[in-house]
């Protein structure tokens, strides 16, 4: 059945959305006046302006990122200064030309000169093609270091961390502030070496020419200082805000998009699309104030630059008629003046983008900062093949925050308390209690996704403090409730498990796991393209795929977090067999809310309150008619469907 709009307030009109789009945007960005001020004031938005200090620390941070590229870049930056001195010296060579056809020129200077002005410029352009390729072949380089060491620093933080961020910004710094990175790190730097020679020799000639001139040159570089240094703390305030609207403007559209069946089944289209348009015009509005900005500071910089050289020309006009410089010393003063206008313009747009990268900057090394909780010791040890003895000593947790920018926060209340609890090779343990009893948390803890607040827990005598995490990690198999299933074939996400595996074992894997039959069913069978988070998949074909990775990886201690609770029960009868074949031998933790699943537990786990309050058997539980039994009695008074919703109020749960 197709989907048609209801006639209705939420039918989206596109033509009138825009139109409130840009309103809002407007009504933002008029206040600009006053904003200028406050901007100038290191107001704007409540946020203060960074220190000199840390300016020139992230200033030399973000230089060191150059340091395996300093042969390439050293060329490049010599290559560049050649191509500038080349630069200068075409600008003399002008005075010659000029003068060889005014009166009492002479026709062989006019050829030489003419001749050597082509050179220079063949000689410029090969000199820029040069620089400019080693320029870019680094900062290409240097862009893929630094989002390589970005996504591997991601790697190593604790779940901690990525529970208190969203992704949209996290995508943002590793894409866009490393762009911004680059832009400074290889073309301003070459820029700004170019644009100095360029400045400093410029200023020299024209002091040799006439230094009468020249002081009028020494009236606008000071004026244009003071302006471009007071415009471009303004301006990298709201470069900043432009960036990170950016990454909030990515967060709502990740979400959005990747929550679409949700967004689709509340008829929550409009409310997206309005929500997305209030993030939008809040970033057009801080966008446009600072194109305000650019286009305030640019034409002021101009018009400063082009008076000053109405008036040298009328001067200089005068001392040729005076007989004191002769004509192609004007010209060449004046296409000097003009380098010299330009060098100072330019450095005023690399304060501006200077501004912007150094807010990158912070955010990149703030991001390169966070130090993980989860980490070896420099004698850390690798596990050999385990039994699976698991033991949970005086185990205490709590969710205490990663995000170093919130500062310190209170104690957070605690999780589990005290849970004192051993698991032996071979066992399998069922967890049960009530929702937010603290089951998931007690699993996420056996392979250090998270660091227990008190108490230690060991595997076979060895403190997981103390051993490698890969090869703890390699050793357990985790299917949690939320399947993640990776954006590409069946195959690849199965082989995942194990990268090694042949395909007979691939197969016997899917097989195992109730997966093989619908798999070969799909149009391209092992091949076919599950689409983002298996989104083309069923929730319980996404679950089967996840238990056959599992069984592919053949690990010795199992944590399965309500791994069944997907299927229907036909599937769930035969994947409980492969589970139990593969359960024999390995150490099991279970949270379940089925019946039969706990009942065939070797021991059963009660948590309440994040303690453990009963341990057993099925039948000795029972017959103390505690928590417990009421659960189960209570599951078989309401029995829960397969497929329903996750079960009963004091029903098993994360």
């Given at each position: 059945?197709?989907?048609?709009?209801?006639?209705?307030?939420d039918?989206?009109?596109?033509?009138a959305?825009?139109?409130?789009?840009?309103?809002?945007a407007?009504?933002?960005?008029?206040s600009f006046?006053?904003?200028?001020?406050?901007?100038?004031?290191?107001?704007?938005?409540?946020?203060?302006?960074?220190?000199?200090?840390?300016?020139?620390?992230?200033?030399?941070?973000?230089?060191?990122?150059?340091?395996?590229?300093?042969?390439?870049l050293t060329i490049?930056?010599?290559v560049?200064?050649l191509?500038?001195l080349?630069?200068l010296?075409?600008t003399?060579t002008?005075?010659y030309?000029?003068?060889?056809?005014?009166p009492?020129g002479?026709?062989?200077?006019?050829?030489?000169v003419a001749?050597?002005?082509?050179?220079?410029?063949?000689?410029?352009?090969?000199?820029?093609?040069?620089?400019?390729?080693?320029l870019?072949?680094v900062?290409?380089?240097l862009t893929?270091?630094?989002?390589?060491e970005?996504?591997?620093?991601?790697q190593?933080l604790?779940?901690?961390f990525?529970?208190?961020?969203?992704?949209g910004?996290?995508?943002?710094?590793?894409?866009?502030?490393?762009?911004?990175?680059r832009?400074?790190?290889?073309?301003?730097?070459?820029?700004?070496?170019?644009?100095t020679v360029?400045?400093?020799?410029?200023?020299?000639?024209?002091?040799v020419i006439?230094?009468?001139l020249?002081?009028?040159m020494?009236?606008?570089?000071?004026?244009?200082?003071?302006?471009?240094?007071?415009?471009?703390?303004?301006?990298?305030?709201l470069s900043?805000?432009v960036?990170?609207?950016?990454?909030v403007?990515y967060t709502?559209?990740?979400?959005t998009?990747?929550?679409?069946r949700?967004v689709?089944?509340f008829?929550?289209e409009?409310y997206?699309?309005?929500?997305?348009?209030s993030?939008?015009?809040?970033?057009?509005?801080i966008?446009l104030?600072?194109?305000?900005?650019?286009?305030?500071?640019?034409p002021?910089?101009?018009?400063?630059?082009?008076?000053?050289?109405?008036?040298?020309?009328?001067y200089g006009?005068?001392q040729v008629?005076?007989?004191?410089?002769?004509?192609?010393?004007?010209?060449?003063?004046?296409?000097?003046?003009?380098v010299i206008?330009?060098?100072?313009?330019?450095?005023?747009?690399?304060w501006?983008?200077?501004?912007s990268a150094?807010?990158?900057?912070?955010?990149?090394?703030?991001?390169?900062?966070v130090?993980?909780?989860?980490?070896?010791?420099?004698d850390?040890v690798?596990?050999?093949?385990?039994?699976?003895?698991?033991?949970?000593?005086?185990?205490?947790?709590?969710?205490?925050?990663a995000?170093?920018?919130?500062g310190?926060?209170r104690?957070?209340p605690?999780?589990?308390?005290?849970?004192?609890?051993?698991?032996a090779p071979?066992?399998k343990?069922?967890?049960?209690?009530p929702s937010?009893?603290g089951?998931?948390?007690?699993?996420?803890?056996?392979?250090?996704?998270?660091?227990p607040?008190?108490?230690?827990i060991?595997?076979?005598?060895?403190?997981?403090?103390?051993?490698?995490l890969?090869?703890?990690?390699?050793q357990?198999?985790?299917?949690?409730?939320?399947t993640h299933?990776f954006?590409?074939t069946?195959r690849?996400?199965l082989?995942?498990?194990?990268?090694?595996?042949s395909?007979?074992?691939?197969?016997?894997a899917?097989?195992?796991?109730?997966?093989?039959?619908?798999v070969?069913?799909?149009?391209?069978?092992?091949?076919?393209?599950v689409?983002?988070?298996?989104?083309?998949?069923?929730?319980?074909?996404?679950q089967?795929?996840?238990?056959a990775?599992?069984?592919?990886?053949?690990?010795?201690?199992?944590?399965?977090?309500?791994?069944?609770s997907?299927?229907d029960?036909?599937?769930?009868r035969?994947?409980?067999?492969?589970?139990?074949?593969?359960?024999?031998?390995?150490?099991?933790?279970?949270?379940?809310h089925?019946?039969?699943?706990?009942?065939?537990a070797?021991?059963?786990?009660?948590?309440d309150?994040?303690?453990?309050?009963?341990?057993?058997?099925?039948?000795?539980?029972?017959?103390?008619?505690r928590?417990?039994?009421?659960?189960?009695?209570?599951?078989l008074?309401?029995p829960?469907?397969?497929?329903?919703?996750?079960?009963?109020?004091e029903?098993?749960?994360?």
């Open positions: 059945m197709n989907e048609t709009p209801r006639p209705d307030d039918v989206i009109d596109d033509r959305d825009q139109e409130l789009l840009w309103q809002e407007r009504g933002s960005a008029t006046p006053r904003e200028l001020l406050t901007l100038l004031s290191g107001r704007f938005s409540g946020k203060r302006g960074r220190s000199d200090d840390d300016s020139s620390a992230s200033l030399r941070r973000l230089l060191g990122l150059a340091g395996p590229y300093r042969t390439r490049a930056l010599v560049v200064l191509g500038s080349v630069s010296g075409t003399l002008w005075r030309l000029v003068d060889s056809v005014t009492g002479n026709a062989d200077l006019l050829d030489r001749l050597a002005l082509l050179g220079l410029y063949v000689l410029r352009s090969v000199l820029g093609l040069g620089s400019g390729y080693l870019n072949v900062g290409l380089r893929m270091d630094l989002r390589f970005l996504f591997r620093h991601l190593t604790p779940l901690r990525f529970t208190e961020r969203r992704v910004e996290l995508v943002s710094r590793v894409m866009n502030d490393v762009q911004t990175v832009g400074v790190l290889t073309g301003d730097l070459s820029g700004l070496l170019q644009q360029l400045f400093v020799g410029a200023l020299t000639f024209i002091l006439d230094w009468h020249s002081l009028l020494f009236v606008l570089v000071p004026v244009v200082s003071v302006v471009s240094i007071v415009l471009g703390r303004a301006m990298r305030r900043a805000e960036t990170d609207g950016f990454a403007v709502v559209l990740e979400e998009l990747s929550g679409v949700t689709r089944s008829v929550r409009a997206e699309v309005g929500r997305f348009r993030y939008l015009s809040k970033l057009l509005g966008a104030r600072r194109m305000y900005f650019e286009i305030v500071f640019g002021l910089l101009s018009a400063l630059f082009f008076s000053s050289t109405v008036v040298i020309i009328w006009g005068k008629l005076a007989g004191e410089i002769s004509t192609g010393q004007l010209v060449t003063f004046i296409l000097l003046t003009s206008g330009g060098s100072i313009r330019w450095v005023g747009g690399l501006t983008r200077l501004q150094l807010g990158s900057c912070d955010r990149i090394f703030r991001l390169l900062d130090e993980s909780e989860i980490t070896e010791p420099a850390a690798a596990l050999p093949a385990l039994e699976g003895r698991l033991r949970f000593d005086r185990v205490s947790f709590s969710y205490r925050s995000n170093p920018e919130r310190p926060d104690e957070p605690a999780v589990l308390h005290d849970i004192d609890l051993e698991v071979g066992e343990l069922a967890v049960v209690g937010g009893a089951k998931s948390t007690l699993m996420h803890l056996v392979p250090r996704f998270y660091d607040s008190a108490g230690r060991l595997v076979d005598g060895a403190d997981l403090r103390t051993v490698r890969d090869s703890l990690r390699t357990i198999g985790f299917v949690p409730q939320e299933l954006g590409g069946v690849d996400n082989l995942y498990g194990r990268l090694d595996a395909e007979e074992e691939l197969v016997a899917a097989r195992a796991a109730n997966a093989h039959e619908f070969s069913a799909l149009e391209d069978g092992y091949e076919t393209i689409g983002e988070k298996g989104i083309r998949l069923s929730g319980g074909q996404r089967r795929l996840a238990i990775r599992v069984l592919l990886k053949d690990p010795r201690i199992l944590l399965l977090d309500e791994a069944t997907a299927l029960s036909e599937s769930e035969l994947v409980q067999e492969a589970l139990d074949r593969l359960m024999e031998g390995r150490t099991t933790l279970v949270v379940a089925r019946l039969s699943t706990v009942q065939d070797d021991r059963i786990a009660v948590l309150g994040g303690r453990v309050v009963e341990l057993g058997t099925h039948e000795e539980l029972m017959a103390t008619g928590l417990y039994a009421r659960l189960v009695r209570q599951q008074h309401d829960v469907e397969p497929a329903a919703s996750a079960g009963p109020t029903e098993v749960q994360p």
